[in-house]
């Protein structure tokens, strides 16, 4: 019966997370390769509002900005982009997609960014002196370095998203929808507590393998493994 939604949430996961490594190293990468510093610091305040905004908000914020009537598409009429009769709604697996990448980009770009001020800048430099263009430096030098930073940045975001009601309930648009939404409607419709808590399992199990990387990867840096 849930089938169709345990593989939605699986792959709105996977889509919003694939998404989420690849704007945070990047966005890392130019916070902590470019030498713009008025960029940097352009950037660093804009990719940091999303942290202080609750999900509720955040998904209340996008569903105003992505409808078909809403502030994007206004704007692109206003601006002479489109007509009102081009314009398409981005609500559903969409939506819920630029809702978590733009929400947990500031966390997961912070975890990335911090572990790449934290390398030997020596290293860097040498590499600059023999002639390695940035890309080069990121790709053979600090991403290897950051990998484990960079999956546990990816695997708290993973929980996240799992974790998050508001978000598939104000922006999703009916079925397929994720789990979180189907406890809910479980609970609140007909106080179903054993479905809820079997829903509530599987996303435990799909976020079991992560748990046990993250935990790993906290004692290996404190030296116990």
């Given at each position: 019966m849930y089938?169709?939604?345990?593989?939605?949430t699986v792959f709105i996961v996977l889509i919003s997370v694939s998404i989420l490594a690849v704007l945070s190293i990047s966005i890392a990468a130019l916070i902590t390769l470019s030498p713009f510093r008025i960029l940097v610091g352009?950037?660093?305040?804009?990719?940091r509002l999303p942290l202080f905004i609750p999900f509720i908000v955040t998904a209340q914020m996008m569903r105003t900005f992505l409808a078909k009537n809403g502030l994007m598409n206004n704007a692109f009429i206003e601006a002479g982009l489109l007509t009102p009769m081009e314009t398409v709604s981005f609500l559903g697996w969409t939506g819920i997609?630029?809702?978590?990448?733009?929400?947990?980009?500031?966390?997961?770009?912070?975890?990335?960014s911090g572990a790449m001020t934290a390398l030997d800048d020596s290293q860097i430099r040498?590499?600059?002196?023999?002639g390695a263009s940035r890309f080069r430096i990121l790709c053979q030098i600090i991403l290897p370095q950051i990998t484990p930073s960079i999956g546990v940045a990816m695997v708290l975001s993973t929980v996240t998203i799992m974790s998050v009601l508001s978000v598939p309930l104000m922006i999703g648009t009916g079925s397929p929808t994720m789990m979180t939404a189907d406890m809910a409607f479980?609970?609140?419709?007909?106080?179903?507590?054993?479905?809820?808590?079997?829903l509530g399992l599987v996303s435990y199990a799909?976020?079991?393998?992560l748990a046990w990387f993250y935990l790993?990867?906290?004692l290996k840096e404190k030296g116990a493994v």
């Open positions: 089938s169709k939604d345990m593989l939605f352009l950037l660093g305040f804009l990719y997609i630029i809702t978590f990448v733009w929400k947990q980009m500031a966390f997961s770009t912070l975890l990335i040498a590499a600059r002196n023999l479980r609970i609140n419709s007909y106080g179903d507590y054993h479905v809820a808590n079997a799909i976020c079991a393998g790993r990867q906290n």
